[in-house]
């Protein structure tokens, strides 16, 4: 978690704004229109990633998204490695 604040909080205020969200994901470099998964990310961080509507993500809001709790890693990647080793189905 820490890390990740690290990595995307450009402005080191301690939060995730929008920009620095999308900013992580996506470079403009002279594109004239944004993407389509952009604009649905920019929907994602506004309906589901800040949680109390305050413009940006907190600490707890990033952990939600980053360590989601409905989601297990260890069986996701065990069901991954199956998919790719198990040559003849």
Request: net charge negative; proline share 2%; no cysteine.
């Amino acid at each position: 978690l820490q890390e990740t604040m690290e990595d995307i909080d450009k402005n080191g205020d301690g939060f995730i704004d929008l920009e620095e969200y999308i900013g992580d994901m996506y470079s403009r470099d002279g594109d004239a229109e944004e993407p389509e998964w952009v604009k649905t990310e920019r929907e994602q961080f506004f309906e589901f990633r800040d949680k109390n509507r305050d413009g940006k993500m907190d600490k707890e809001e990033t952990k939600d998204w980053i360590l989601p709790s409905d989601y297990d890693h260890a069986e996701a990647e065990a069901r991954h490695l199956v998919y790719e080793s198990d040559q003849n189905k």
